[in-house]
Structure formats: structure tokens, C-alpha cells
């Protein structure tokens, strides 16, 4: 019957990624804290949930006093999961990652380690998702779980508006030489995309997805600048995808199409 | 060297969906159509997309002068695919869909018909996706023939707003009941899920994903309100997830965190 926040942990990179033990280590200081992650990697999974199949949990653990579950299912299935049949409560925070990659601009899109906190902002529950811009399985997170020290204890205290969440990303940059955390709006950027077509051993053609990362954005205000200028990106993020400054000229434009 | 538009088709149900057939019958009396969608059923996966595994690409058949192509991919994999590798030129049009099922309100954003929307709007292209609220294979699509029979050759003429796509839903009734159609936005409604927890015949633990669709809105501005009163609803959807009107507010509350 603690009075320590209930602090629920997820991420895509699967639940013995580097990542995500940083974020435990940072998170069991200010709360209770409960592991509920996919058991493999799922990046790139965007808002998917598993619908035409079957879901598992696994307890797997215990690290310092953490219970650490698995699921079969992705990002969003393990938020699903632990709010609605796993935890008796619902969490005072839901964080995931760290991400092992950026999350900055058009990648929360894609980003199982967003997609999983936008899916506690639906639920109505304050989320941070965390990302260090380093791909690496043996990333240094030192800097990312610095800032992750000082934004979970600060977002535990004064919380979040309802419905957003925090989309964190920390630059590959030693803790010393990061100027401080910057809040901004999702540069507008985009994967320039190639395949690479190969061919099999039976002759078969096959494509793995690869491309560049291109910033349309120059302004000041955006993730990609106060990340390429050594700050903190935090862009609070929501799920309305509605485009609301069109409604009116569509409405103008469709009010004659399909009446009767 | 036809000067007819050039119509991508994709889908989430899979290249052999009632759905999709519907759509090409419709399309191709407004340009040349190709259809690049996914081999097997994808929905549900929002914007999923397919970075550590291989992708394979198979042309099927021709259906009345429609080439048509499957891909092992996720629905945003086929835009990427036809965009990128597949199509000699730019598509004049993306639609995707027409979907068994409701894509209105959160549906967007797990949904596979939309996040290839979506993906097509990201690169800069003028993208359409239907769905009809009817999820049953065998599904009546008359009404949303008639409708995307309308729609497609008026954005065709017209256009969109540049990173905007459209979310059309269609309601379950006879074209001679449907009022007209509404530009709206997403309605503030969400999943209340459930799990339905089951034992497997070794006595292992495993759940369904299941639930209850609750809409928190009243108003008269919303696509649920649109579809339930008997209009098609047509959101303009975007991919910018900023929650642009909390950076203020953040930006203060975190002035003082981090800094040196």
C-alpha cells in the first residue's frame, strides 16, 4: 500500500535492450516501478495492435525490487495489456524506452517507443517517451538517463496536459557538452527512401528499405534544430490528426458534392 | 504516354478484399490504375513499416487493364514500394481502401488504410482513404462505390491542401438513405478495451485483444456525429503530431530544467 507513484515502463527495442534497463534504473528513484514490454524487438511498428492473433505475458523478473513482464504483442498491446489487465491501478507516469535511435520529427510516426506513450496519453495517463540519438545496441545512455533524472521527477510533480504526451530526445552528446532541453514542434522532415534490391540464392528478387533523413525545416523552433544545437527536444505530442485549418475550405469546396 | 492521371490503389485487407476490387471498378473510369497492396490481411498496423526484415514484391494479374501487384509488406510499405521502386512517375492520386470496417475518429491511427493515406500525404502526394462501417468480408459497397464515384474525380479536379489527406467513412445504409457529406473532425472517442483471458489446451494463458468503442463527444462538428446521422464524414488528416498549443506552457515549466 506504498504512496510512491505507480510507474509503468515500456519501450519497442524489446525488454532486454540496453535502453530500457537505463530507464528503470532512473525511474524505481521516484516510484514504484512495473516492466510490462514486448519480448522482442518491435521498432518501427507505428500505432500497430495485435487483433487477428493471440497475445501472451511472461513474468520475467525481478531486478531490484522491479517486476519486469513480457508480451508477445507490440508497443501499444503492452500498454493496453498493463493498464487494462495486468495493474490493479491505473500508473501515475508511463515512460518508454529509451529508445535506442532517434524519435525527432516525422519518426514519431513510425516509432513503436512514441506510439506506445501515445497510446497512455489516449488512456488519459501522463507519458514520456525517450530517445537517445544512437543506434547502438551498447549506446552510452549516461546523458540520456541524466535528463530522464531530471524530467521524470519534474513531470511526477507538476504533470502534463491531458491528452499529450513528451516526446524526448536526447542528443548523442556527453552529458557536458549539452546545453539544456529545448520545447519545439515536430520538424517538418522526412525519409527520402530507397531499396536496396537484391537477389536470392534461388534468383528470387527481394528489397530491404533503407533512405536519407532530409529536414525541409530551417526555422529555430524546431526538435531537429535544438537537437543538431546540442539541447533536449521536447515535443508534446497529441492524437488528434485532424488537420482543423482545412475543415472550412473542404466544407466550401464538398458542400455541393453527394446532397440531397 | 496516356495523359490520364496516374491512380495508385492500396488497402490494409489484403489485394484479394471485396474492398479493394470496389475501388479499382471505381477508379479506373478516372485514370490508369495500379494497385500495389499488401499479400495477406494488414490492419491494425498503423504505421508500421518493415526495416529488419526483407520485402517481396509479386505482380499478380492484370483486372481489366489494371496491373495488379502484392507485396509482403505493411500497407505504408506498398506506398513506399510504388512510389519509390515500383512507379516510373509520381502517382497523380493515392486512394486506399475502400476498408472493411470504420477508420472514423482514434480508428486512424491504428489503422493500416489510413497510415498508407497518411504516408502518400508525407510525400507530398494528393491521398484519399474510404472505409465503409461494415466489417464483414461479403460486405455491400454500393453506397461507397457511389460516393468514392464522387469524391475521386472531384479532388482529381480540385485538389487538396499540400500534407493533407482525406479520412472518408462510409455509414452501413442504402445509397437513397445517406444525407450528403460532412468535412468534420475526429471525434474525441476512444477504445475502452478489454481482454478476454483463455487457457490453451496445455493450460498456458493467453488473451484476445477485444473492447468497447466510446465516444467522449457531443458535438455536432464530429465525424461520429456526421456518420451516425446518416452523412459520409470526411477528415482532413494530417501527420504533424505536435500538440502545438502546450509548447508555451511546457517551454516555461521546463525553462529552468537542465540548463547551463
Given at each position: 500500500m506504498s504512496k510512491r507513484p505507480l510507474i509503468l515502463i515500456t519501450n519497442d527495442d524489446g525488454v532486454t535492450a540496453k535502453g530500457i534497463t537505463s530507464l528503470i534504473e532512473v525511474a524505481k528513484k521516484y516510484?514504484?516501478?512495473?516492466?510490462?514490454?514486448?519480448?522482442?524487438?518491435?521498432?518501427?511498428?507505428?500505432?500497430?495492435?495485435?487483433?487477428?492473433?493471440?497475445?501472451?505475458?511472461k513474468e520475467i523478473s525481478s531486478y531490484e525490487n522491479v517486476k519486469i513482464m513480457s508480451t508477445s504483442g507490440t508497443p501499444v498491446d503492452c500498454v493496453k495489456l498493463a493498464v487494462t489487465e495486468i495493474l490493479d491501478v491505473k500508473p501515475d507516469l508511463v515512460v518508454s524506452g529509451i529508445n535506442h535511435g532517434s524519435n525527432a520529427s516525422i519518426n514519431v510516426i513510425y516509432s513503436g517507443t512514441m506510439s506506445a506513450a501515445v497510446e497512455a496519453a489516449l488512456e488519459g495517463l501522463p507519458a514520456i517517451g525517450f530517445s537517445l540519438m544512437d543506434y547502438a545496441n551498447?549506446?552510452?545512455?549516461?546523458?540520456?538517463?541524466?535528463?530522464?533524472?531530471?524530467?521524470?521527477?519534474?513531470?511526477?510533480?507538476?504533470?502534463?496536459?491531458?491528452?499529450?504526451?513528451?516526446?524526448?530526445?536526447?542528443?548523442?552528446?556527453?552529458?557536458s557538452e549539452i546545453k539544456g532541453i529545448k520545447v519545439c514542434h515536430q520538424a517538418n522532415a522526412n525519409w527520402e527512401e530507397k531499396f536496396d534490391k537484391r537477389t536470392n540464392p534461388s534468383g528470387q528478387v527481394y528489397y530491404w528499405l533503407t533512405?536519407?533523413?532530409?529536414?525541409?525545416?530551417?526555422?529555430?523552433?524546431?526538435?531537429?534544430?535544438?537537437?543538431?544545437?546540442?539541447?533536449?527536444?521536447?515535443?508534446?505530442?497529441?492524437?488528434?490528426?485532424?488537420?482543423?485549418?482545412?475543415?472550412?475550405n473542404l466544407n466550401k469546396l464538398f458542400s455541393h458534392v453527394g446532397k440531397r
Open positions: 516510484g514504484d516501478v512495473i516492466v510490462v514490454a514486448p519480448d522482442k524487438p518491435q521498432s518501427a511498428m507505428g500505432h500497430a495492435i495485435t487483433i487477428n492473433s493471440i497475445l501472451h505475458v551498447d549506446a552510452d545512455f549516461e546523458a540520456a538517463k541524466h535528463f530522464a533524472d531530471l524530467i521524470i521527477p519534474h513531470v511526477l510533480e507538476n504533470g502534463i496536459p491531458k491528452g499529450v504526451c513528451l516526446n524526448v530526445n536526447i542528443p548523442k552528446l556527453p552529458i533512405g536519407d533523413f532530409v529536414n525541409y525545416e530551417v526555422g529555430e523552433e524546431t526538435d531537429l534544430w535544438a537537437l543538431d544545437n546540442g539541447y533536449v527536444s521536447i515535443v508534446p505530442t497529441q492524437f488528434d490528426m485532424t488537420a482543423h485549418s482545412s475543415i472550412k
